[in-house]
């Protein structure tokens, strides 16, 4: 319990750190906890000491702790790889944003039940910035026709561009994953679509926050540095091919 409290500390210092290195107010930055594999009561211990934010990558795990969650306030934003045949149950637990949109096959079978359900979803646009095969979301270049789509179906919001940013030790590489989401960014504002606003970029983990709070996230999401190191390593998530 304390262990938690105390990383938690670290890493509202390294946030608010990083904001006074690039000059930007400290509550520019939110802070999404990662919780795959973390335990319900770790979570709420997180949750007690103030934190509002957490983040699920499957759907499974989503449904498991929904029970033990619901009653302690929080907000949950899904940001693993989303398959088809789950999306009835992405949105009966909870889930107030997926941060993890991908691609058309997604956002229209998304849009489908949503019509059928008369909600609407918040969404943030997944982009591999890295170009590493192991990981999803859209190709760059690909980003503002999946936008272009995304923001005629009127039961999804999009919100803001996420992205993993490369695993190195070179900084200045991982950083080029970050500035490339910003420009998207920008290119996707200049174009001034209804119904789509980018306002959040999404990037940032226990390694790499510093420099994606330089190049403009306004969440960082945040796991290992928090709870500490997982059984199963990020590949298990991440995988393309364990679809
Ligand atoms: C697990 C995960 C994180 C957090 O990674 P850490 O290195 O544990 O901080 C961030 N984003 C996504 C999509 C994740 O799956």
């Not at 509202?12 to 802070?31: F, G, N, P, T, Y």
């Not at 998304?110 to 190709?139: A, D, P, W, Y």
């Not at 500035?179 to 504002?189: C, D």
Request: overall charge neutral.
């Amino acid at each position: 319990m304390e262990e938690v409290l105390d990383n938690l500390n670290q890493i509202l210092k390294r946030i608010e750190q990083a904001c006074e290195k690039s000059a930007r107010r400290a509550d520019e930055v939110k802070l999404l906890m990662a919780t795959k594999t973390v335990s319900p009561e770790r979570i709420k211990i997180a949750l007690r000491a103030g934190q509002t934010l957490i983040g699920e990558n499957r759907v499974q795990e989503v449904k498991e702790k929904y029970e033990d969650l619901k009653d302690t306030p929080h907000e949950l934003h899904f940001i693993g790889h989303l398959q088809t045949n789950k999306i009835r149950d992405i949105l009966r637990y909870g889930v107030s944003c997926i941060q993890s949109l991908d691609r058309r096959e997604l956002a229209e079978k998304l849009h489908h039940r949503l019509t059928l359900e008369k909600k609407k979803m918040n969404v943030f646009i997944q982009v591999n910035t890295s170009g590493e095969e192991s990981k999803f979301g859209v190709h760059p270049d690909e980003a503002i026709a999946l936008v272009q789509q995304v923001c005629q179906l009127d039961t999804l919001r999009i919100r803001g561009l996420m992205t993993i940013g490369l695993f190195s030790a070179e900084t200045e590489k991982v950083r080029q994953c970050f500035r490339l989401l910003k420009t998207i960014q920008a290119q996707i504002q200049a174009l001034c679509l209804p119904n789509v606003r980018v306002d959040d970029l999404s990037m940032g983990m226990s390694g790499d926050l510093e420099v994606a709070i330089e190049e403009g996230a306004t969440i960082v999401r945040v796991g290992t540095a928090i709870f500490g190191r997982r059984e199963y390593p990020d590949s298990f998530y991440w995988n393309e091919r364990r679809g």
